[in-house]
């Protein structure tokens, strides 16, 4: 499948179509930059230091894979968003982080959905207490812009819908606390289709558009 397809595919569901790069070389990403992408998300704080000064300026960054407390300093002011707050540990620290930097961060609590024990993100209790901690007056050097989630690997279709349903249902559950949330982070390669079907406002796609990678 094409960019330009997954791109139509994306604009006719008014979804905003993230380029997943993570091992990409940057000649890759040039290429894709140059046909007019310029949102990207790698997984790891080392690879995007190290790709950023190697490309254009404009390039929006989000981090979507697992984040230690330890590097949040070094990315906070790298990326345009954090999709992958799974703890209200890990929130804590971006907060104390931008913070320091007088800077204020847009980011995505990172939700299990996935039957898996394996995939990492935050239940739904926990999404509700940070969400009422905002109105407390917490957080106030971060946007909480919305939920992010990843669907269990399998060939089942319908439980794949149906997590993506949950999710788009506990983002709704959420905005009753707290209506500034906008966006819906869910579908990649494999289950993007199903995800825009489901409510996705934001496509994370990689090895379909960049090929398999090693
Ligand atoms: C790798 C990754 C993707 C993209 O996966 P593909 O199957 O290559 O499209 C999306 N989201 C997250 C969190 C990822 O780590």
């Given at each position: 499948?094409?960019?330009?397809?997954?791109?139509?595919?994306?604009?006719?569901?008014?979804?905003?179509?993230?380029?997943?790069?993570?091992?990409?070389?940057?000649?890759k990403?040039?290429?894709?930059?140059?046909?007019?992408?310029?949102?990207?998300?790698?997984?790891?704080?080392?690879?995007?230091?190290?790709?950023?000064?190697?490309?254009?300026?404009?390039?929006?960054?989000?981090?979507?894979?697992?984040?230690?407390?330890?590097?949040?300093?070094k990315?906070?002011?790298?990326?345009?968003?954090?999709?992958?707050?799974?703890?209200?540990?890990?929130?804590?620290?971006?907060?104390?982080?931008?913070?320091?930097?007088?800077?204020?961060?847009?980011?995505?609590?990172?939700?299990?959905?996935?039957?898996?024990?394996?995939?990492?993100?935050?239940?739904?209790?926990?999404?509700?207490?940070?969400?009422?901690?905002?109105?407390?007056?917490?957080?106030?050097?971060?946007?909480?812009?919305?939920?992010?989630?990843?669907?269990?690997?399998?060939?089942?279709?319908?439980?794949?819908?149906?997590?993506?349903?949950?999710?788009?249902?506990l983002?709704?559950?959420g905005?009753?606390?707290?209506?500034?949330?906008?966006?819906?982070?869910?579908?990649?390669?494999?289950?993007?289709?199903?995800?825009?079907?489901?409510?996705?406002?934001?496509?994370r796609?990689?090895?379909?558009?960049?090929?398999?990678?090693?």
């Open positions: 499948m094409s960019y330009t397809q997954i791109l139509s595919d994306a604009q006719q569901h008014n979804a905003k179509l993230i380029a997943v790069s993570k091992t990409q070389p940057i000649d990403i040039k290429t894709l930059y140059d046909q007019g992408q310029r949102d990207f998300g790698e997984n790891r704080v080392q690879e995007i230091l190290l790709k950023k000064p190697q490309l254009p300026d404009d390039i929006r960054w989000h981090l979507i894979g697992q984040l230690q407390t330890n590097k949040v300093k990315i906070i002011d790298q990326v345009v968003m954090i999709q992958s707050i799974d703890s209200t540990r890990l929130l804590d620290y971006v907060q104390k982080e931008a913070a320091k930097k007088e800077l204020k961060i847009d980011v995505l609590l990172q939700i299990h959905i996935a039957e898996e024990q394996s995939k990492s993100g935050m239940q739904a209790d926990e999404m509700k207490q940070i969400l009422c901690k905002i109105k407390e007056g917490n957080y106030s050097q971060v946007n909480i812009r919305g939920l992010m989630g990843i669907t269990t690997l399998t060939e089942d279709r319908q439980q794949i819908r149906s997590e993506f349903r949950n999710l788009h249902q983002l709704e559950e905005q009753t606390i707290h209506p500034e949330m906008d966006i819906l982070s869910m579908g990649m390669s494999g289950d993007y289709s199903i995800a825009l079907e489901e409510g996705s406002t934001m496509i796609v990689g090895s379909l558009i960049f090929g398999t990678r090693n």
